[in-house]
């Protein structure tokens, strides 16, 4: 099992500001199958990323995701109102999934 | 389009059972692996089981292990969760999900809720 670990757990910043969110796995992830998703109170999860570094379908531009073999980045370049929420990110290079445990990008 | 829709879910007695289908479409359900997720409310996502395109092999998380069964019908592009002796962690959305064997591009359904209380 791939475990990941997301860091940090809560990140407080203000509308404006860049974010950069950590995932390590504990196995090399192959073929960068590493998706993050973005979850809001009573939402389903959403997809932003996938193969490390593909924006799905109609993410902007300001979501960005970088990083091989075991340590994966998303960066968001300037926190808009709508993208405090939790992200997760997710290995899925195998019959067994695994998810990291999430980080809460919270407004400070 | 591809279109993922899973229904079954509801209010289960603990000990019950309840299985949960997922409708596929919009693309070629017969060659893709198949996966159940589920998620407890204000909890994060736990990956349950894994299918093989052919269904020739199944793969559990430890949690539901010998307590849930995961199947599929692929001449009528469904996906099945057959869930036993419910208890009140498996409370959850429940998930249905593929990644795409030409872009890897990964496709959730839009999820069921499993309430399992007396």
């Known amino acids: 099992e791939n475990v990941l670990t997301q860091s940090p757990g809560t990140l407080s910043l203000s509308p404006g500001e860049g974010a950069t969110l950590s995932c390590r796995a504990s196995?090399?992830?192959?073929?960068?199958?590493l998706a993050w998703y973005q979850q809001k109170p009573g939402q389903a999860p959403r997809l932003l990323m996938y193969?490390?570094?593909t924006r799905a379908t109609g993410i902007p531009d300001r979501f960005s995701g970088s990083g091989s073999g075991t340590d994966f980045t998303l960066t968001i370049s300037r926190l808009e109102p709508e993208d405090f929420a939790v992200y997760y990110c997710?290995?899925?290079?195998?019959?067994?999934?695994?998810f990291g445990q999430g980080t809460k990008v919270e407004i400070k | 389009e591809v279109q993922l829709l899973e229904s079954g879910g509801g209010l289960v007695q603990p000990g019950g059972s309840l299985r949960l289908s997922c409708a596929g479409s919009?693309?070629?359900?017969?060659?893709?692996?198949m996966t159940w997720v589920r998620q407890a409310p204000g909890k994060g996502l736990d990956w349950v089981s894994g299918?093989?395109?052919?269904?020739?092999?199944?793969y559990y998380a430890d949690s539901v292990k010998d307590r849930f069964t995961i199947s599929r019908d692929n001449s009528r592009s469904t996906l099945y969760l057959q869930m036993n002796s419910l208890g009140a962690e498996d409370t959850a959305f429940y998930y249905c999900?593929?990644?795409?064997?030409?872009?890897?591009?990964?496709?959730w359904g839009q999820g069921t809720l499993v309430t399992v209380s007396s």
């Open positions: 999900a593929f990644s795409s064997a030409v872009s890897s591009r990964l496709y």
């Open positions: 919009g693309f070629s359900f017969r060659n893709h692996a």
């Open positions: 299918i093989t395109d052919s269904g020739g092999s199944t």
């Open positions: 196995q090399s992830v192959s073929n960068n199958y």
């Open positions: 193969g490390a570094s």
């Open positions: 997710q290995h899925y290079g195998s019959s067994l999934w695994t």
